[in-house]
């Protein structure tokens, strides 16, 4: 599986922006895809997933009630919609995808493909 994250920027505090990470193979469809992202001087975090057939999600709680995931298994791509964006939000921004497809993984290593990243600023 590889993955290309896109759609990074800079916006203003309480803004929007939405993230897409196109993945191509021939296991993607069966693939849960997880959220992460990592800010200058700290580890890399688990924002959410959403399991392969898009009918279960899961947040990190900081960001639960503003982001959403989804995706579309015919354009095979995931989304991270990111609402009220705030200074603490600014990171890279990082998808991931693993074979096991369902339940909650919330840790790098339990992914197995990851895409280069792509940088989100939230200006206050």
């Known amino acids: 599986v590889q993955l290309q994250a896109s759609g990074g920027g800079l916006v203003q505090a309480g803004g929007s922006l939405r993230l897409s990470c196109a993945a191509s193979?021939?296991?993607?469809?069966?693939?849960?895809i997880g959220w992460f992202r990592q800010a200058p001087g700290k580890e890399r975090e688990f924002v959410g997933r959403?399991?392969?057939?898009?009918?279960?999600?899961w947040y990190a709680d900081s960001v639960k009630g503003r982001f959403t995931i989804s995706r579309d298994n015919v354009k095979n791509t995931a989304y991270l919609q990111m609402n009220s964006l705030k200074p603490e939000d600014t990171a890279v921004y990082y998808c991931?995808?693993?074979?096991?497809?369902?339940?909650?993984?919330?840790?790098?290593?339990?992914?197995?493909?990851w895409g280069q990243g792509t940088q989100v600023t939230v200006s206050s």
């Open positions: 991931a995808a693993d074979g096991q497809g369902f339940g909650v993984r919330r840790f790098e290593y339990e992914y197995d493909y």
């Open positions: 193979g021939r296991t993607v469809v069966s693939s849960a």
């Open positions: 959403i399991n392969w057939s898009g009918g279960r999600t």
